[in-house]
């Protein structure tokens, strides 16, 4: 027995030698046998190419099959326009709600490596299962006859939605751990790997973007033109490709092991704290429980160190007389060590920061609702060629994928010689640029709009629903704020979540910081509606009627202008206070 305990301390000090030495990660990654990695052959930007690629996939799949979703219900299954609209968002707030399941099941149970390749399985088989529907003839509805379409039959209906729903499902174990997983591939405790790593999150959203482009364009002009099989085929295929890359990097992978459901820690601390209510709290943080050795008692995830605020939760890492003279420390129901508290702890800290990413989605929404109908009152001929209004939004991708590569080489580098940061901005100063380009963003759209109802009035275009003669490319500038914006704030946010997460919840980080993305629509609807309750009380037209040449569409702007400014104010006020998290 002796021996054995020997042979483990002295392999530990092995290992913490080589740590020392910067021939091993520091930040408790393995390898796909779970055996401690070496820097020089895994991880960092060698790893990269088959998770950007994955990315860059899947998105290209998914909205191959999102961007034209409303035109195949409507022309294919025969559905009206308010139930095809009702699907289709029902459908879009699901993918952004399953990334919760997929996220506990990754940091608790799976890892995110096997929590990827499950869900891109049934990712896969979501994507054939529709494009099955849209090619044979038996799950396909009937074409119509003149102006007579008949209605899908249950099992078509079953058949597409079944498809539909498990690509729901996919995307949820997908999204909240691929840009995570790829972030795991730098060392945290490495300051040169620290610097990749903010480079890593850039080019992440600029992988998105490309797929994005590509299914906004190409993909649905197929669908349009050449057929739904094989416009439905050919985002199945490059989900099949997705799936290829990801596996492909597997030797060169660095893995973090999963911590245990962070739910039911989380609930330990707090029920532990409340049992422990009328105890006082030390002056001397020392003399609250944490375990002896280096390691966390949390697998996958390094030690923290004790905060100050939030004292009240410090109740749960109290060790009573009782629990001193018996010696035992194991039920954390009653007893939780330090770094198991400042999990709860950050979680609270941070969602301040978190709720402010909802308006500026509520902003973001405004790109394929308000942006459009605008665009649709507007000169959208450009000689002989006619753009449709929804095409502008092609401009805010062109505006990401310009905007990535100027921040990262050259935004980067001339801030980093004057802030003495790493990344040149810190994620929350990132943010916060993105804050106040969003009200940028939104007082363009409202000037625009201004004109246009000048224009209107002259040429005496008000009683009349019709466009009015100022081209369309004039909403160019406001959908390139809007890309500008979202480069420092999305990404500012994925670094956010990644970095100050506890390190066994960061997956469950990432799908909150989604979900501020169908929140931000449900504001974005609910202000809508007490926008139009309250302008058009007493019989008015209302800032939004039915002809906008009427309406005031520009307040509406305005306000969202203000809401901005004021979110942007609260949100400074809260990055001031946020305290950074501290782990050894």
């Given at each position: ?228 099989g094989i416009g439905f085929g050919i985002p199945a295929l490059f989900m099949g490709l997705a799936i290829g890359s990801f596996f492909s990097g597997t030797a060169l992978y660095?893995?973090?092991r999963p911590g245990g459901s962070p739910l039911t820690r989380m609930c330990q601390v707090l029920v532990a704290a409340f049992h422990k209510r009328s105890l006082k709290v ?303």
């Amino acid at each position: 027995m002796g021996s054995v305990d020997e042979e483990r301390s002295l392999l530990e000090a092995e290992l913490d030698q080589a740590e020392s030495n910067g021939l091993y990660t520091g930040d408790g990654s393995v390898d796909f046998n779970g055996n401690p990695v070496l820097k020089q052959s895994t991880g960092n930007w060698r790893a990269c190419p088959f998770i950007l690629g994955n990315e860059c996939c899947e998105r290209l799949a998914y909205y191959g099959i999102a961007a034209n979703l409303v035109s195949y219900l409507t022309k294919k299954l025969h559905e009206g326009n308010v139930s095809a609209a009702r699907n289709v968002t029902t459908w879009q707030g699901t993918c952004y709600l399953t990334p919760l399941i997929g996220a506990v099941l990754a940091d608790a149970y799976w890892g995110r490596y096997w929590t990827i390749a499950a869900f891109s399985t049934i990712y896969f088989f979501g994507m054939c299962t529709l494009t099955l529907s849209a090619s044979i003839p038996a799950l396909k509805p009937a074409e119509c006859v003149g102006s007579i379409c008949p209605s899908a039959t249950p099992a078509q209906y079953a058949v597409f939605f079944v498809g539909l729903y498990l690509i729901a499902l996919g995307t949820g174990g997908i999204k909240p751990c691929v840009s995570s997983f790829g972030a795991d591939q730098f060392d945290d405790t490495d300051p040169n790997e620290r610097v990749k790593k903010g480079s890593f999150f850039n080019w992440f959203y600029f992988s998105i973007n490309i797929g994005a482009l590509v299914s906004s364009s190409l993909l649905v002009w197929i669908q349009d033109n050449a057929g739904w099989g094989i416009g439905f085929g050919i985002p199945a295929l490059f989900m099949g490709l997705a799936i290829g890359s990801f596996f492909s990097g597997t030797a060169l992978y660095r893995f973090q092991r999963p911590g245990g459901s962070p739910l039911t820690r989380m609930c330990q601390v707090l029920v532990a704290a409340f049992h422990k209510r009328s105890l006082k709290v030390p002056e001397d943080s020392t003399l609250l429980y944490e375990t002896g050795d280096k390691h966390s008692a949390i697998e996958g995830s390094r030690k923290l160190e004790h905060s100050e605020e939030l004292k009240c939760l410090d109740k749960a890492a109290i060790v009573t007389d009782v629990e001193t003279k018996s010696g035992d420390f194991s039920n954390p129901w009653r007893l939780c060590t330090v770094t198991q508290v400042e999990e709860l702890k950050i979680l609270i800290r941070m969602f301040p920061i978190w709720a402010t990413g909802i308006v500026f989605s509520a902003v973001y929404a405004q790109m394929s609702t308000m942006f459009v109908e605008q665009g649709m009152m507007m000169d959208t001929k450009i000689g002989s060629f006619t753009i449709p209004p929804a095409s502008l939004s092609t401009f805010d991708v062109i505006s990401v994928i310009f905007w990535v590569p100027i921040y990262d080489r050259i935004i980067v580098p001339i801030a980093r010689k004057f802030t003495r940061k790493e990344r040149g901005f810190s994620e929350l100063q990132r943010m916060g640029i993105g804050l106040f380009i969003s009200v940028l963003c939104m007082s363009a759209a409202a000037v625009v709009e201004i004109r246009r109802l000048q224009l209107a009035k002259e040429l005496d275009l008000v009683d009349k629903q019709v466009a009015v003669p100022i081209s369309i490319l004039w909403q160019i500038p406001q959908y390139f704020l809007l890309g500008a914006a979202e480069v420092c704030t999305f990404i500012g946010q994925l670094e956010f979540f990644y970095d100050q997460s506890p390190d066994a919840m960061r997956s469950l980080c990432s799908a909150l910081s989604l979900l501020t993305t169908s929140l931000g629509n449900y504001l974005s609807s609910f202000i809508l509606t007490l926008v139009t309750y309250f302008t058009t009380k007493g019989g008015q037209i209302g800032w939004i009627s039915d002809n906008l040449n009427e309406g005031h569409l520009d307040y509406f702007f305005w306000l969202l202008a203000g809401l901005s400014f004021l979110n942007m104010l609260v949100y400074t006020l809260c990055a001031s206070r946020y305290k950074q998290k501290k782990a050894s």
